[in-house]
């Protein structure tokens, strides 16, 4: 039981370049969000998703595009990086009932050049 | 919209109790987390309220007042490994999907 995993660890791009990251979880979680945290700025919800084939925006989607064609996973997608992308990504799923709980990927460490 | 009010920086002695305070104002609130986050490691899961009063989990007690739109997380017996962010997390909104994060509270434990 691997729980949240994410792809890459580390990343550097250039400018004008695209990447995708992966996110995976083996606890068959509906729900699944990637979050960028910035010093000072705290967490910031980019995209979520609620179910296989659904996304929804969060608070800072602009810049980003996600999928979840399977369950287990759900993919950031970034078409032309921007230096004001680089950030620490974190990926997390969610167990929804009485012990509700989100549980955190290690997160993707990204800097655009 | 939400707003979520932590204190930036607390610092306490190893051994003592310290009380890291969470108030809110949200629409449709349906539950609060408790994360901790080390430098440079993912957020771990702490604790979740959805009712009214304290909850208790060994050294780490949360406690939440919906009417007052605040929270608290109580820890005790506090360890040089204590030391790290901790994000106050309340739980909003139609079909409650989206935890929207404070900045978080960086305590320092020292010796």
């Known amino acids: 039981n691997a729980g949240v995993t994410q792809t890459p660890k580390f990343r550097v791009l250039k400018t004008g370049q695209s990447m995708t990251l992966l996110c995976a979880q083996d606890m068959n979680h509906e729900y699944m969000y990637w979050y960028r945290q910035d010093p000072g700025m705290g967490l910031r919800l980019i995209h979520y998703s609620v179910g296989e084939g659904t996304t929804a925006k969060g608070e800072v989607p602009d810049g980003y595009n996600v999928s979840r064609l399977k369950k287990q996973n759900f993919l950031l997608g970034l078409e032309s990086a921007a230096p004001s992308q680089t950030s620490v990504y974190f990926c997390a799923s969610r167990w929804t009932g009485v012990a509700d709980t989100q549980y955190f990927g290690p997160g993707t460490r990204l800097t655009v050049l | 919209g939400q707003n979520i009010d932590q204190p930036t920086e607390m610092t306490a002695t190893e051994g003592a109790i310290v009380q890291i305070n969470c108030t809110y104002q949200?629409?449709?609130?349906?539950?609060l987390f408790w994360y901790q986050q080390h430098a440079g490691e993912a957020p771990t899961f702490l604790s979740y309220n959805v009712l009214d009063g304290l909850e208790e989990k060994g050294r780490f007690s949360s406690f939440l007042s919906r009417s007052k739109g605040y929270s608290y997380l109580l820890l005790k017996e506090l360890q040089m490994k204590d030391s790290a962010s901790y994000l106050c997390a309340p739980l909003s909104g139609a079909g409650s999907y989206q935890l929207t994060f404070g900045k978080g509270t960086k305590l320092s434990v020292i010796p």
């Open positions: 949200t629409s449709g609130f349906n539950g």
